[in-house]
C-alpha cells in the first residue's frame, strides 16, 4: 500500500474523531494537563455521562490515557502538541466563515493558547 495512501487513512480516522465538537472541546481542556471527568464536566458545562463517553472514544484511539488514583480517573493528551494543531486550525476556520464573528474565532483561539 503506497505510504500517501496509509497516511491519508489514518489523517482520516484522526478527522473522524474531531468531527464532534465535545471532543474537541474536551481536547483542548486537556491542553493544560491531566484532570478528572468530574472537573472536566463542570469546566464545559456538558454531563459526565457524556464527558466519560467522548474520553472513551478518544482513548480507544489512543488521543488520551488515564490514570486510576482510588475511585477517580484522570485523563491527560498523549501527544500534548495535538491541542497546539487544533488551535492552528483555527487559522482555516477563521478565513472561510460567514455567520460567525471574527472576534469569536479570535476569543477562542486566546483561551485555548493558554497552557
Given at each position: 500500500?503506497?505510504?500517501?495512501?496509509?497516511?491519508?487513512?489514518?489523517?482520516?480516522?484522526?478527522?473522524?474523531?474531531?468531527?464532534?465538537?465535545?471532543?474537541?472541546?474536551?481536547?483542548?481542556?486537556?491542553?493544560?494537563?491531566?484532570k478528572a471527568v468530574g472537573e472536566i464536566a463542570?469546566?464545559?458545562?456538558?454531563?459526565?455521562?457524556?464527558?466519560?463517553?467522548?474520553?472513551?472514544?478518544?482513548?480507544?484511539?489512543?488521543?488520551?490515557?488515564?490514570?486510576?488514583?482510588g475511585r477517580m480517573r484522570y485523563y491527560h493528551?498523549?501527544?500534548?502538541?495535538?491541542?497546539?494543531?487544533?488551535?492552528?486550525?483555527?487559522?482555516?476556520?477563521?478565513?472561510?466563515?460567514?455567520?460567525?464573528?471574527?472576534?469569536?474565532?479570535?476569543?477562542?483561539?486566546?483561551?485555548?493558547?493558554?497552557?
Amino acid at each position: 500500500m503506497p505510504s500517501r495512501e496509509i497516511a491519508a487513512r489514518e489523517l482520516s480516522d484522526i478527522f473522524k474523531l474531531l468531527a464532534h465538537s465535545d471532543r474537541i472541546r474536551l481536547i483542548e481542556e486537556l491542553r493544560s494537563g491531566e484532570k478528572a471527568v468530574g472537573e472536566i464536566a463542570e469546566r464545559l458545562d456538558i454531563p459526565a455521562t457524556r464527558v466519560s463517553q467522548h474520553l472513551s472514544i478518544l482513548r480507544a484511539h489512543r488521543i488520551v490515557e488515564e490514570r486510576p488514583e482510588g475511585r477517580m480517573r484522570y485523563y491527560h493528551l498523549v501527544q500534548p502538541e495535538f491541542a497546539r494543531w487544533i488551535v492552528d486550525c483555527l487559522d482555516f476556520v477563521e478565513g472561510r466563515i460567514d455567520g460567525v464573528k471574527r472576534t469569536t474565532i479570535k476569543t477562542a483561539r486566546r483561551l485555548w493558547s493558554v497552557t
